[in-house]
């Protein structure tokens, strides 16, 4: 299944699917890395990779609807057939989502439903949670909100700050999405 990763950032998790496509058994296979940073650290590691990449940043669009058409004609040029977003930080137009509708994943750094949106850490333990997550899901138009392919959980410990938690759930981050991918493209998770 060729497979490009949206990112904004760092990377990680882009790296745990790169590492995890080594193996000859995952079924996807990355042919792509998209960021609407130039500086995105996740563009070395794609390179270092031998993946293409491509920057395409989003200021210069006069709306969400161009940016997004942008990005469509840099998935639908590489003949991609399964998005990952793995920390891209841009919301995405109705029309995109349609477009690539139960083709495209998102990972979300809590137990979705719970605290989506940004600063999810601090939220988190601001409620006084005891457990956190990771969740990928579906991208769809509402926020955060589209059908889960997978969870797993964390716990929030005494005196955790949100860079503690956020280094526990992204632990668990690099696990969850490379099975998630390999669920959603073995056909064990369907968005419906
Ligand atoms: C990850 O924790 C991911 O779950 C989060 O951004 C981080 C990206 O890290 N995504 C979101 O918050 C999206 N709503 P990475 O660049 O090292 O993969």
Redesign the pocket.
Known sequence: MRTAVL??????????LIAASADPTFPAEIVLVVSNVET???LQIARDAGIATKIIPHKPFPSREAFDAEIDRALRDASVQLVC?????RIHSAWFAKQWEGRIL????SLLPKF???R?HEQVLAAGETESG?TVHFLTAE??SGPIVAQRKVPVLPGDTPETL?AR??AV?HELYPEAVRMVVEGIAAPS
Do not use: C, Q, T, W
């Open positions: 990112i904004s950032g760092r990377g990680s998790n882009l790296k745990s995105a650290g996740g977003e793995a920390g891209f930080m998102n990972i979300h750094p989506p949106g940004v999810v990771a926020l955060d956020a759930v992204l981050e």
